[in-house]
DNA sequence: AGTCGTTACGATGCCCGTAAGGATA
DNA sequence: TATCCTTACGGGCATCGTAACGACT
């Protein structure tokens, strides 16, 4: 059994089990990690690949299993690169962080700004996508760390740590009838049409349960996935915006009027998280601290050494988080 | 990098640092690991072993989280194996034990017997040890399970699963003045030479603590590690022995008496253990079921969705364990 | 003086890449 | 028909083993 077979099954399973891509993913030819696949399967004396002729059509049960700890093998290998590398040039690495549209706009700009003044050595990505596109990179090891707000059921392999609680806020057109009205209430809201996140983005779903609990039903014009949209048609005027509130840029959108939302809405938490296996560098901890100043490096490790999420979040409530 | 690479240092480290010994062990030559552990530290760029001269003294830091990493990664790869060997020939495989005299001897015989019966195709080994060699073999991924009564400590980095509770027996030769007598407490017992357990063996330090208890000071004429000594000592007059219940054998002991011990000692419990990382082939988890009835595999994968060892002793305190 | 790790060197064998073949959608 | 995986073949390179060297105990 070679690394390269484990590294080979793997991103197979990442390019949907097409070899070709894969090869080309690897800047490598495809009949080389065909056979090795197939040696690899030889060697252990199972199928891991379903072939139907000469395509890989899915993945056996075996396969999976095999795949699973193939992916903790190759991550802990890039631990064992971490660890040298962090006692050789400490300063000196990468940082990729997966992260929704919101997240990557308004709130990492000025901290990712300190981070590279800080560390003008570590080459930071910032992977924009969806919760679920979040969910896949940081999973398959293509990233350090996902922040999220929203769908926490699709990182629950990963230690996920609250960062701060966020809220939203109602905008309008300066000229639209509710600009100067001090106090809204959500039965009011529900009258006109609402232009907000799709579904599965910055905290779409505790906006349903506050309409859900009021027994009203929103009447949702129009959706979509980053505020800087949503902006756009509430100033053309289509509907009345429901926004995460760190979306609202006091200089550029003086257009708009942030209304008072009275707590209608309860609160969503912004979490950073990353594999349990991952090694963290210093300048990890750094990174996870400049955004969330609570989060100390004995704090992160005290949670790495709790089990579950569960008691991560007891742990939490004892802490008083920051809103925004 | 690679695994053989990684393979090596793990070797060297379970050798004592001798690269030669390594080599013999792995049936490879000797210059073939120094190149490669060579290599691999070049290429990490750290060192890895302390060199004083030609000879390797010592590991440094970053070593050893390399060797622990290491180390996983040796076992993730075995599970693989284990996984593939499951699927295509599931009674087929090796099954490697680490346990103490008094198991070996006395408690295993007959599980043994019905195991290799059931699965004839499985190789069994017993590793007998002290607590600390025991602890050794597991640690390094020599033995798959490792069964336990003392120094708990020890074994920290494992899941331990209690078996059963069991004591001691008081036993003399029929001619001895106390092989009548029905009650005995702790103070008289302390009048009399003690022949028992080596410091470290088989529930040693309970029995210190009843004396210290009763504030006596036991006069402790002689000590071994196994029981069939201390009976040897017993029949020659040495002294009163106190040795583990399961010990004594109803037939070939007839010369001995086994006294009342009026639960003068609190009970010890014996506890099965195996890294957390292991993949626990089918006939593993019906060993364990034979060797505590108990245990069943829900009940140990259930323990392995539990973090600590405490909190598997919580959840056992629930379950009414045999007492031997 | 003996044990031990490093360096040098030669050969085997493995892995990779190109090219051709056959199956599926 | 186009995409895709497999088989076949040849070149390059890394690994391994033997042998000689140098260092420490």
Sequence with gaps: MKLQQLRYIVEVV??????????????????GISKQVRMLEDELGVQIFIRSGKHLTSVT??????????????????????????????????????TTYTQARYVLPHIITHFIKKYPQ??????????????DSISR????FAIATEAFHLYEDLLMLPCYYWNRSIIVPTKHELATKKNITIEELSKYPLVTYTFGFTGKSELDQAFS??????????????????????????????????????????????????????????KIGFRRTTFLRSYMYDFIRQFASHLTRDLVNHALSLRSN?????????ISLPIK
Tied chains: 1, 2.
């Excluded at 992916?71 to 300063?91: F, G, M, N, Q, V």
């Excluded at 257009?255 to 009275?262: F, K, M, R, S």
């Excluded at 569960?310 to 004892?318: A, L, S």
């Design 213 to 270: 609990n009021a027994g009203v039903t929103p009447h949702i014009a129009f959706t979509a996935t980053d505020a800087d949209i949503i902006k756009t048609y509430v100033r053309l005027g289509l509907g009345v915006g429901i926004i995460a509130s760190m979306a609202i840029d006091k200089k550029l959108d003086l257009d708009l009027v942030q209304l008072p939302t009275n707590n209608i809405f309860s609160n969503s938490t912004t």
């Design 14 to 31: 990442n390019h949907n089990l097409n070899v070709s891509s894969t090869a080309a993913g690897l800047y490598t030819s495809q009949p």
């Design 122 to 135: 570590v080459s930071l990505h910032i992977h924009q996508g969806s919760p679920k596109q979040i969910a």
């Design 141 to 144: 090891g293509n990233v350090n």
């Design 61 to 98: 049960s075996t396969g999976k299993e095999i795949i699973r700890i193939a992916r903790d093998i190759l991550s802990k290998i890039e631990s064992i690169k971490s660890i040298a590398a962090e006692h050789t040039c400490p300063d000196k690495g990468s940082l990729y962080v997966a």
């Design 310 to 318: 569960k008691e991560i979040d007891v742990m939490f409530q004892k």
